[in-house]
């Protein structure tokens, strides 16, 4: 019964592992904050790290982003990783409407095209 139940609690880890890393290098950067006359911009690496807990006969998932900072652009950030909860994501919107910043995200193991395409997306519409 014991090795019947680590051999599901297997695919199921691996079926999530497998299943989560698919399409990351074919995923465009996202922008978010202000998006036009932005003053600064922030590349941002997305992670995410997902636990899975078994009791007995049921399981739980909980999926954790992280954006860590990748660069800047006539912007300085005080912090370099920000876990993707609602408060960090209210408070970064919240400095984005202030200082006029434009976010964008990059998938976690992103390509260089990926980081070009980011970069290009910063330098759209950006003041002067």
Known sequence: MKF????????????????????????????WGIISQNSGCVIFEESH????????VAETYSRIGK?????TQKYTMDQTEYIENQEN?????????????????I??????DQLDSARDLCNSDQRK
Request: net charge positive; charged share 25%.
């Open 4 to 31: 019947l139940l680590a051999l599901v609690l297997l695919l199921i880890l691996a079926t999530v592992s497998f299943g989560e890393g698919k399409g990351a290098s074919n995923r465009k950067p996202v922008a």
């Open 49 to 56: 790290k997902t636990k899975v807990r078994f009791y007995g």
């Open 67 to 71: 954006l860590k900072v990748i660069e």
């Open 89 to 105: 994501m209210d408070s970064l919107m919240q400095r984005a409407v202030k200082d006029h910043i434009k976010y964008v995200k």
């Open 107 to 112: 998938p976690e193991n992103y390509t260089d």
